[in-house]
T-cell receptor, first 117, second 111 residues
Framework: EPEVTQTPSHQVTQMGQEVILRCVPISNHLYFYWYRQILGQKVEFLVSFYNNEISEKSEIFDDQFSVERPDGSNFTLKIRSTKLEDSAMYFC???????????????FGDGTRLSIL | SQQGEEDPQALSIQEGENATMNCSYKTSINNLQWYRQNSGRGLVHLILIRSNEREKHSGRLRVTLDTSKKSSSLLITASRAADTASYFCAWRPTGRRALTFGSGTRLQVQP
């Protein structure tokens, strides 16, 4: 069964450094998402992306965050100047439907654990 | 806030017993989905129920949805030790693409 893959599985970075988290969504999927889960807390939505544009973002997704689809397969989340509170598990997800409103499930990757020192 | 709650927060049962988890939300929704998360791993999609559906089955899973009460439940029948995980409900609010997640239930199935 097709999977969403994320790399790296664990990233350790010094505070203030830039980090790029990578995702390969399922190949025929058109809507992509990033979520994060701080240890012991709920999963929180960050941003959704369709047709090379951000379609929706949360309050968490401020100017230090950016997303990009640099080629036909990868979807990246960049954090420009990391803070201690950015430490979390970051999940990429994708869904098949082009409207984003239909009743298709979102498929998640295994996540990248980001640790800021 | 569009957040909701899940209860119980933790549930410990014996293998073979049924496990019921409840989810409440606060907005109108397009659908509600249940996910499983093994410790330190990703979210595995279990089942999706649409806002115009009341009940759905998939193998040992049974999901109900009551939109008038803004609540859903997940029943796992004949539980197995391998069902030990955290279970999250997540709903798609009407007019939005993103999922809003509940706080999750940690299920422990004792062999």
């Amino acid at each position: 069964e097709p999977e969403v893959t994320q790399t790296p599985s664990h990233q350790v970075t010094q505070m203030g450094q830039e980090v790029i988290l990578r995702c390969v969504p399922i190949s025929n999927h058109l809507y992509f998402y990033w979520y994060r889960q701080i240890l012991g807390q709920k999963v929180e939505f960050l941003v959704s992306f369709y047709n090379n544009e951000i379609s929706e973002k949360s309050e968490i997704f401020d100017d230090q965050f950016s997303v990009e689809r640099p080629d036909g397969s990868n979807f990246t989340l960049k954090i420009r100047s990391t803070k201690l509170e950015d430490s979390a598990m970051y999940f990429c997800a994708s869904t098949e439907d082009w409207t984003g409103y239909s009743n298709q499930p979102q498929h998640f990757g295994d996540g990248t654990r980001l640790s800021i020192l | 806030s569009q957040q909701g709650e899940e209860d119980p927060q933790a549930l410990s049962i014996q293998e073979g017993e049924n496990a019921t988890m409840n989810c409440s939300y606060k907005t109108s929704i397009n659908n509600l989905q249940w996910y499983r998360q093994n410790s330190g791993r990703g979210l595995v999609h279990l089942i999706l129920i649409r806002s115009n559906e009341r009940e759905k089955h998939s193998g040992r899973l049974r999901v109900t949805l009551d939109t008038s009460k803004k609540s859903s439940s997940l029943l796992i029948t004949a539980s197995r030790a391998a069902d030990t995980a955290s279970y999250f409900c997540a709903w798609r609010p009407t007019g939005r693409r993103a999922l809003t997640f509940g706080s999750g239930t940690r299920l422990q199935v004792q062999p």
